[in-house]
Nanobody, 125 residues
Framework: QVQLVESGGGSVQAGGSLRLSCAASGRSFSSRAMGWFRQAPGKEREFVAY????????DYVDSVKGRFSISRDNAKNTVYLQMNSLKPEDTAVYYCAATPTSSGGNRLQNSYAYWGQGTQVTVSS
């Protein structure tokens, strides 16, 4: 089993920055791809970014490219999402997710077996 706990959410004005963290407990963090997803009010949950187990491969939804950066520290069992130049449309609950071991990450939610509880990000104009 893997438990994921997000932190770092909050309220910020447009143009500001936040860094989300996702701490993982359990086994084999370093062999799991990790993803960030978000769900805005009244909308379905959507892919934001993912990072491979080694950190060598990343992918982002077009709307955050150049503004968000995903990274991981396998020694700390933690994945991060640095969010810069935030926009009101980035307002959502952000979730981190982990794949089963030895599985590649991608944009599909059903590729991820474990999910955190989410952290709220609110961006005001």
């Amino acid at each position: 089993q893997v438990q994921l706990v997000e932190s770092g959410g909050g309220s910020v004005q447009a143009g500001g920055s936040l860094r989300l963290s996702c701490a993982a407990s359990g086994r084999s963090f370093s062999s799991r791809a990790m993803g960030w997803f978000r769900q805005a009010p009244g909308k379905e949950r959507e892919f934001v970014a993912y990072i491979s187990w080694s950190g060598e491969k990343t992918d982002y939804v077009d709307s955050v490219k150049g503004r968000f950066s995903i990274s991981r520290d396998n020694a700390k069992n933690t994945v991060y999402l640095q969010m810069n130049s935030l926009k009101p449309e980035d307002t959502a609950v952000y979730y981190c997710a982990a794949t089963p071991t030895s599985s590649g990450g991608n944009r599909l939610q059903n590729s991820y077996a474990y999910w955190g509880q989410g952290t709220q990000v609110t961006v005001s104009s």
